[in-house]
């Protein structure tokens, strides 16, 4: 059974730092790209970072590149998003999610991950 779990949300100040992490239980977990997305209440949820199956590439929004980054552990079938310089937009609900199969120029579309984890709230205060 797939499933993903997020958690490490919480409370940051502006100009702090929060780390995500998405427990995978995936039934070969090294076959998965990994994405992370986040969503504010009324606005689509958008692309944050990504992840390929080795770990060898990673993808960013512009809004996020160079404060966040995108790691995961195989042994411990986690991925994490660390976020670095968090501003107050970058509060949102933040998504893990898991696709398979995905080019690697469809990384940032979230209609290309099947499996989706049930959220974590991120709230940055400006």
């Known amino acids: 059974q797939v499933q993903l779990v997020e958690s490490g949300g919480g409370f940051a100040q502006a100009g702090g730092s929060l780390r995500l992490n998405c427990a995978a239980s995936?039934?070969?977990?090294?076959?998965?790209?990994m994405g992370w997305f986040r969503q504010v209440p009324g606005k689509e949820r958008e692309f944050v970072g990504a992840i390929t199956t080795t770990g060898s590439s990673t993808f960013y929004s512009d809004s996020v590149k160079g404060r966040f980054t995108v790691g995961r552990d195989f042994a411990k079938e986690t991925v994490s998003l660390q976020m670095d310089s968090l501003k107050g937009e970058d509060s949102a609900v933040y998504y893990c999610?898991?696709?398979?199969?995905?080019?690697?120029?469809?990384?940032?579309?979230?209609?290309?991950?099947?499996?989706w984890g049930q959220g974590t709230q991120v709230t940055v205060a400006a």
């Open positions: 995936l039934p070969h977990f090294s076959d998965y790209n």
């Open positions: 999610a898991a696709a398979p199969f995905i080019a690697l120029g469809d990384m940032t579309r979230q209609a290309d991950y099947p499996y």
